[in-house]
């Protein structure tokens, strides 16, 4: 018998285990759970709203971690350090310690991390100077007076908005010139002396080694794109990437994601198309939409199942995604299969949207509902200038998220200034706003002309007789305002004649974003017709402001509660048990403002986004009667988003009104 010879190799055990202590089956969904555990390789997750995108993230930290990946070779992107700190805390809390280990920041702090270490081959010195917002603008301000440009004498655009200028080119890898006509287009016709200064800025920053926060993104690119042995570095060094809200990526970020993949490969990014919002600053939607083509052999893991909503509001959110021209096309179903519809309800006009916001926020709170589990979305914060004013008759305490209250404006206060003059002339506070306001008149002249107008039994008129002609002559266009004002009855007559007296004085004081601002305004003169005196109007602006009544507001029981108003921007990554979405009529969503095909398909996710921050009830309403103040009253017309819709998803609603105590 022929004796056979016996050899033992020794390979090596495999960096993971057959077992894990997480049971990830048990706690994830099948998407989910393809996504967490397919660990090598580009993987792009299109997580739809409400689906369980964090979860997914800090399951995967989890799981990388328990399957014997260092916690020092994972890189976890995101847009707040907040989000990952909590992440890593929740992976630690899910696993153990270990996953606090994992390196996760923003991109600029990850960028500002790397520059300071490897930036030398850029001809960086690691003691560079970081520039916040304000260093930034006051830059730009000495770079503005040196290069006289504060001696225009036409208005030169402000520190504040040439630092968004210079920022926004860089973000969005654009021409000073397409980005000032994008935003400023009143600074058009400085479009040279922008770019002069933008030039110098960069000089500037460059001859004493300071950093911005968009410098931090270029040179972190030009360093990954030129200097290989620095990539291959950090690519030992982090082995594993993940990246949060991918579809909220600029150009640069999306180029130092692939840049940073190129070694192993091993990205994995997490986002929805359809929640992609923020173009205005800087995000492109293309970023997501074109990761597959970058990373060609990439895993596309969809999420469907949504653990938020009810089905029949994810139907609705489902309706208006379908005629997206491009995008990742989802379903997302729940296990709620039953609730209340979504509620389609047209009101006569914007005063009765108000109205029936107001009784139905207060009926949820009858059936249960806390103030802070209600929210009202608007595509703009001028949108619910009128709700605001009506919550306050109805002494309804809110806050609100993104544009600023009615009454908090400015430019809203000064033009009621000149109209409480007409209603009481010996009104000294709103002499004093509106004096002040006149090229010329500083704090002690308006004292001289308050303490001479408060003599004379008809103040108004006592304008036309101050004693020092250069004076007279300076307020002579307000003599002139107040006069007309006294010969008008119609509240929209007056305030729109006060528009017509304010504009150039818009344009001088607010010079950055006097179109904004003047947006707001028009929205006055509608306010104003649905009064039939300026007292009326008036005392209805003049309402104390909601939280300053929390304490005597006695039908609630607890006085930290607040409704919530929101632009949908602001309101993206939150979710409220009932949702109202107003002004749902073609030029508020989408904006009026749209002139692309891009931008009209963006208003379109806005819309989806506002759908779905709602959890048991959604009512969208819009007011069939719109005041225009060129045109006057006219028909609004239901968003085109909606009206596309067929079926019962959207179940129109009647309303009646009934005279009766609120």
């Known amino acids: 018998m022929t004796r056979v010879k016996e050899f033992v190799v020794r390979v090596p055990r495999p960096v993971g285990v057959s077992t894990y202590s997480i049971d990830y089956e048990l706690a994830l969904n099948p998407a989910q759970l393809e996504a967490v555990t397919t660990l090598d390789g580009p993987v792009l997750v299109v997580a739809g709203a409400g689906t369980g995108k964090t979860?997914?993230?800090?399951?995967?930290?989890?799981?990388?971690?328990?399957?014997?990946?260092?916690?020092?070779?994972?890189l976890l992107l995101t847009f707040t350090r907040r989000a990952a700190d909590e992440m890593l805390q929740r992976a630690a809390t899910l696993l153990d310690g270990r996953c606090r280990e994992?390196?996760?920041?923003?991109?600029?702090?990850?960028?500002?991390?790397?520059?300071?270490?490897?930036?030398?081959?850029?001809?960086?010195?690691?003691?560079?100077?970081?520039?916040?917002?304000?260093?930034m603008e006051d830059v730009i301000q000495r770079l503005r007076t040196e290069l006289r440009f504060d001696r225009s004498r036409v208005r030169f655009p402000s520190k504040q908005a040439l630092a968004e200028i210079i920022s926004m080119s860089v973000n969005k890898e654009?021409?000073?010139?397409?980005?000032?006509?994008?935003?400023?287009?009143?600074?058009?016709?400085?479009?040279?002396?922008?770019?002069?200064?933008?030039?110098?800025?960069?000089?500037?920053?460059?001859?004493?080694?300071?950093?911005?926060?968009?410098?931090?993104?270029v040179l972190l690119r030009t360093l990954l794109q030129e200097h290989a042995p620095t990539r291959q570095l950090l690519a030992q060094r982090y082995r594993y990437i993940m990246v949060d809200e991918y579809q909220d990526t600029n150009r640069l970020q999306a180029d130092i994601v692939w840049w940073l993949g190129q070694e192993h490969r091993n990205i994995m990014v997490v986002g929805d198309d359809a929640q992609s919002i923020y173009s205005f600053r800087g995000a492109d939607y293309r970023n997501i939409l074109e990761f597959p083509k970058r990373f060609p052999d990439a895993r596309v893991v969809t999420i469907e199942q949504n653990y938020r909503s009810t089905q029949p509001i994810l139907d609705l959110a489902n309706a208006v995604l379908a005629r997206a021209e491009e995008g990742y096309g989802k379903q997302l179903f729940s296990e709620q299969r039953t609730g209340e519809p979504p509620f389609l309800v047209a009101l006569p006009d914007e005063r009765s949207q108000s109205q029936f916001v107001c009784q139905q926020v207060l009926d949820l709170r009858e059936q249960g509902y806390r103030l802070q589990d209600i929210a009202v979305l608007m595509r703009s914060g001028f949108h619910s200038f009128d709700l605001e004013l009506e919550l306050a008759q109805h002494r309804i305490p809110f806050i609100k998220r993104g544009g600023y209250r009615l009454i908090e404006a400015a430019h809203i206060k000064d033009?009621?200034?000149?109209?409480?003059?007409?209603?009481?002339?010996?009104?000294?506070?709103?002499?004093?706003?509106?004096l002040l306001l006149i090229d010329g008149v500083g704090p002690r002249t308006a004292a001289s002309i308050?303490?001479?107008?408060?003599?004379?039994?008809q103040p108004a008129l006592?304008?036309?007789?101050?004693?020092?002609?250069?004076?007279?002559?300076?307020?002579?266009?307000?003599?002139?305002?107040?006069?007309?004002?006294?010969?008008?009855?119609?509240?929209?007559?007056?305030?729109?004649?006060?528009?017509?007296?304010?504009?150039?004085?818009?344009?001088?004081?607010?010079?950055?974003?006097?179109?904004?601002?003047?947006?707001?305004?028009?929205?006055?003169?509608?306010?104003?017709?649905?009064?039939?005196?300026?007292?009326?109007?008036?005392?209805?602006?003049?309402?104390?402001?909601?939280?300053?009544?929390?304490?005597?507001?006695?039908?609630?029981?607890?006085?930290?509660?607040?409704?919530?108003?929101?632009?949908?921007?602001s309101a993206k990554g939150l979710e409220w048990?009932?949702?109202?979405?107003?002004?749902?009529t073609d030029g508020r969503i989408p904006s009026g403002f749209c002139s692309t095909s891009q931008e009209l398909e963006e208003e379109r996710r806005l819309l989806y986004v506002a759908i779905t921050r709602a959890k048991e009830q959604l009512f969208i309403t819009y007011p069939v009667q719109v005041f225009d103040r060129e045109r006057g009253v006219t028909l609004g017309k239901l968003s085109r988003f909606l009206e596309e819709i067929t079926g019962d998803v959207l179940v129109p609603a009647k309303v009646m009104f009934r005279e009766g105590c609120v």
């Open 462 to 569: 006592a304008l036309q007789t101050i004693p020092r002609l250069d004076v007279r002559q300076r307020v002579s266009a307000l003599a002139t305002l107040l006069d007309r004002l006294f010969r008008l009855s119609l509240p929209e007559a007056q305030v729109d004649e006060v528009l017509r007296y304010y504009e150039p004085l818009l344009e001088r004081n607010y010079p950055d974003d006097y179109p904004r601002r003047r947006r707001d305004l028009e929205h006055l003169v509608s306010l104003a017709a649905q009064h039939r005196s300026l007292t009326a109007f008036l005392t209805r602006m003049a309402l104390d402001p909601p939280t300053d009544s929390i304490d005597g507001v006695m039908a609630f029981d607890r006085d930290d509660e607040h409704l919530v108003l929101s632009t949908i921007h």
């Open 174 to 217: 654009q021409p000073i010139a397409t980005v000032l006509h994008q935003l400023y287009d009143h600074f058009s016709e400085h479009l040279e002396a922008v770019e002069k200064l933008a030039a110098a800025y960069q000089d500037y920053k460059r001859q004493r080694h300071l950093v911005d926060y968009d410098d931090l993104l």
């Open 102 to 135: 994992v390196q996760g920041g923003t991109f600029h702090s990850f960028a500002n991390r790397i520059l300071r270490q490897h930036g030398s081959p850029i001809g960086l010195p690691p003691h560079f100077t970081i520039l916040d917002q304000s260093d």
């Open 577 to 584: 048990r009932a949702v109202f979405l107003i002004w749902a």
């Open 450 to 457: 308050e303490e001479w107008v408060q003599q004379h039994p």
């Open 415 to 434: 033009v009621l200034a000149h109209l409480r003059l007409v209603a009481n002339p010996f009104d000294s506070v709103s002499w004093h706003r509106a």
């Open 55 to 74: 979860r997914t993230l800090v399951y995967r930290v989890a799981r990388l971690v328990e399957h014997g990946v260092p916690p020092r070779q994972i």
